[in-house]
């Protein structure tokens, strides 16, 4: 963790850190996700995506940003200290920070493909569980926390009896199960789809749209949807 003093009687500003808060290990360099190894840490990835994104490369910034993020929420997930937590956020702040006009707008757009195209996301994430999960200490986000500062961390600093395989698990299967086309429709959709029959979802409640057939309806774009007889608008 970063703490800042300043002072009443003099403009002057002092960095307290803890060693080894979002430290680097490894200059893993612009690589390719199938070039990563489960001892790169987030503040690593993270140095790599940085590197691709100075050579305009923002299909591997994409994909190591993707395993920087999960690796993140793995980290998360384990270590005890609440207040370490916000290391990922830092990193991520870190980076955009470096990012402006074009080249953010481009790295976004990146980021909405890798999320959204089967392809794509399929593609790391076969290459993500083939890394597996990370295989090295925190120290980058336990150095972060308070309890660093303070003195106050015990042990190793994780959460006792923490599961790796089934945390690994879900949280990959959660980030990579990418939803078909329809489902993303149906989560935006205007519409419900019941046994009984399709209903409009309004700021004033349900109503039932009586001519829709729900065995044919399907979920358009926007406020759309259609069933074998008609296009509806919400």
Same mark, same amino acid.
Request: aromatic share 10%.
């Given at each position: 963790?970063?703490?800042?003093?300043?002072? #009443?009687?003099?403009?002057?500003?002092?960095?307290?850190?803890?060693?080894? +808060?979002?430290?680097?290990?490894?200059?893993?360099?612009?690589?390719?996700?199938?070039?990563?190894?489960?001892?790169?840490?987030?503040?690593?990835?993270?140095? %790599?995506? #940085?590197?691709?994104?100075?050579?305009?490369?923002?299909?591997?910034?994409?994909?190591?940003?993707?395993?920087?993020?999960?690796?993140?929420?793995?980290?998360?997930?384990?270590?005890?200290?609440?207040?370490?937590?916000?290391?990922?956020?830092?990193?991520?702040?870190?980076?955009?920070?470096?990012?402006?006009? $074009?080249?953010?707008?481009? =790295?976004?757009? #990146?980021?909405?493909?890798?999320?959204?195209?089967?392809?794509?996301?399929?593609?790391?994430?076969?290459?993500?569980?083939?890394?597996?999960?990370? !295989?090295?200490?925190?120290?980058?986000?336990?150095?972060? %926390?308070?309890?660093?500062?303070?003195? !106050?961390? !015990?042990?190793?600093?994780?959460?006792?009896?923490?599961?790796?395989?089934?945390?690994?698990? #879900?949280?990959?299967? $959660?980030?990579?199960?990418?939803?078909?086309?329809?489902?993303?429709?149906?989560?935006?959709?205007?519409?419900?789809?019941?046994? !009984?029959?399709?209903?409009?979802?309004?700021?004033?409640?349900?109503?039932?749209?009586?001519?829709?057939?729900?065995?044919? =309806?399907?979920?358009? $774009?926007?406020?759309?949807?259609?069933?074998? +007889?008609?296009?509806?608008?919400?």
């Amino acid at each position: 963790i970063a703490l800042r003093s300043i002072s #009443a009687q003099q403009p002057e500003v002092t960095n307290f850190s803890t060693k080894g +808060n979002l430290q680097s290990t490894y200059d893993v360099g612009c690589i390719d996700i199938e070039s990563a190894r489960n001892v790169y840490t987030p503040a690593d990835l993270d140095r %790599g995506v #940085a590197q691709c994104l100075r050579k305009g490369n923002m299909e591997k910034a994409a994909s190591l940003a993707t395993l920087a993020w999960i690796y993140g929420r793995f980290d998360i997930a384990r270590v005890a200290d609440p207040t370490a937590h916000q290391a990922v956020l830092v990193l991520s702040m870190q980076l955009m920070d470096e990012l402006q006009g $074009d080249k953010k707008r481009a =790295f976004h757009d #990146a980021l909405q493909r890798e999320q959204s195209d089967p392809a794509i996301l399929g593609r790391d994430c076969k290459q993500i569980r083939h890394v597996g999960p990370p !295989n090295y200490h925190p120290v980058y986000m336990l150095q972060h %926390g308070m309890d660093a500062f303070v003195g !106050n961390s !015990n042990g190793n600093g994780l959460v006792p009896g923490f599961d790796q395989e089934s945390n690994w698990n #879900a949280i990959v299967n $959660d980030f990579c199960n990418v939803k078909s086309k329809e489902d993303q429709r149906r989560s935006k959709s205007v519409f419900d789809v019941e046994s !009984n029959g399709v209903w409009y979802r309004s700021p004033w409640g349900r109503k039932k749209v009586e001519a829709a057939d729900p065995a044919t =309806f399907e979920f358009l $774009d926007g406020a759309y949807g259609r069933d074998q +007889n008609h296009v509806y608008f919400g």
